[in-house]
């Protein structure tokens, strides 16, 4: 099969696409390279990919011969306030809107990356994807918006889309803005890092490969106009995860307590129910496994520079 992964230079966008090269499948790979973190980094998440640039706000999406459209790509990070917006307005609904268009008229499926901001602090917890969403931060609205786009091109065009909402992915090449890139980085190179709030707040974080055979296995059976929750297995607050990094490293974290972030929820938990029994997946990867992983990534890096 061959597939477009939209962001594929990305920190999940390039676990996926190496994933489907080695299941056998033709994957190419579309990236905007924006400068919301540091290019060279992307640069090095696309070597050994076929990654074309392409700004989707303007460019067109070639769908010739596509059997799908994996669509990470998009401006993330929750912290969003500010004049930011008008780069999430169009990296996120302008371009997303044009791919789910192109996506239409190509007749392809499209598996649309959201997030768990959708939520806001959730009326419930676990959350179940039937729970009004109330994103509290830019982005997650940004997000929620795409959802809705999605599901208005289903409705007036036929789009077969199925929405996926990921709960903060981590792992090796993880986002250098996102709190375990910055504190294996801080414990690998002896810096300090900034905890928002007082730690106590908590994510069902999900190890990347494991998100990744959930995103593979919805284009596959995944059911058209769905949503689903991809996340859990390991819910911790960032005290928890803080320790268990200073324990798979070996090294004590020089922590500077700074005050909570605007937009940042206090916890994310996924009902999973509908993930498992539609697509049979469920995350496995442990938190400290998954850390582990990381913390050799980052600490490797370091030592070859
Ligand atoms: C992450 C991603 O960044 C979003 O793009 C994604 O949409 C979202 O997950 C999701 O679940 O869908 P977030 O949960 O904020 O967002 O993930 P991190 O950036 O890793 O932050 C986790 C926690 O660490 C937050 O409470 C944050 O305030 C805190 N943090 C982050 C710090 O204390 N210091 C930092 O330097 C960075």
Redesign the pocket.
Known sequence: MRWVVTGAAGFIGSHLSEALLAAGHDVVGVDAFTDYYDVALKEENARGLDVRRLDLAVDDLELDGVDGVFHLGGQ????SFGDVFDVYARNNLVASRRVFEAAARAGVRVVFA????IYGDAERYPTAEDVEPRPISP??IT?LGCEHLARAYAQGFGLDVVVL??????GPR??P??????IVDALARDTS?????D?L?S?AFTYVADGVEAIVTAMERGRGGETYNV?GGSEAT?RDAIATLEDVSGRSLDLVQ?P??KG??RR?APDTARVERDLGWRATTSLPGGLKAQWDWAANRVAAR
Not at 114 to 117: K, R, Y
Request: glycine share 12%; proline share 2%; no cysteine.
């Open positions: 993330p990070g929750v912290r959201s997030s768990s901001s982005y997650g997000k909402r990921f709960f903060t992915f981590y993880q986002r803005d996102m709190a375990f890139a910055r890092f900034e905890l928002y709030g730690g707040q994510r996340g960032m700074r909570a972030a940042d929820v994310t």
